[in-house]
């Protein structure tokens, strides 16, 4: 069973969130905005899909300060975790993503397994934490390329699934 957590400011991540659903075939019952969430909520899934977008110079969206302490404090043990967000790499080039390696470093240590990397040549901008070893650590739809997330959400969507 698979469940989401976002964190959406402009709503981008959300709309992202439950476009992903649709694609996997996740009930929205199983979509959870983690500005009210709570921790405990992912007990129940084996897989968890975390998507924030990236402000500033590589700050995570401000809901999930707070949500990914907590999380680190729940039994991640066996769990998949696959990574999205949104940014922009026109104007935060060194940045882009960086809340995909924030959010992976942060939970790096509770015994998840992390899923969904993809390759990395389809962008433009490769020099974030979201980066490493020509791969991405998860979806990022950018807002300087909009046209080429449909392409890159069926990638990931797929590399999820093969996961």
């Given amino acids: 069973m698979t469940g989401i957590f976002y964190g959406s400011t402009t ?7 439950r476009e992903i659903a649709a694609k ?13 969430a709570s921790a ?8 968890l899909l975390l998507g924030s977008s990236t402000w500033g110079v590589g700050d995570l969206q401000d809901d999930w ?29 060194d940045s882009f993503g960086d809340a995909l390696g ?5 939970l790096s240590g509770t015994g998840c397994t992390f899923v969904g990397e993809v390759d990395a040549s389809d962008y433009a901008s490769t020099d974030s934490k979201a980066f490493a070893g020509g791969k991405v650590l998860g979806l ?10 449909p392409a890159r959400t069926e990638t990931w969507v797929a590399a999820l699934k093969n996961a």
């Fill in 65 to 93: 300060y707070e949500f990914v302490e907590a999380l680190k404090k729940e039994n991640l043990a066996g769990k998949k975790v696959g990574l999205f967000g949104c940014g922009d790499s026109g104007s935060y080039p």
């Fill in 40 to 47: 405990d909520q992912v007990a129940p899934y084996d897989t």
């Fill in 24 to 36: 996997l075939g996740i009930a929205s019952s199983d979509l959870h905005d983690v500005g009210s």
């Fill in 11 to 17: 709503g981008n991540t959300e709309a992202l969130a």
């Fill in 102 to 106: 924030v959010i992976r470093e942060e």
């Fill in 140 to 149: 990022l739809a950018d807002d300087d390329e909009p046209g080429k997330t």
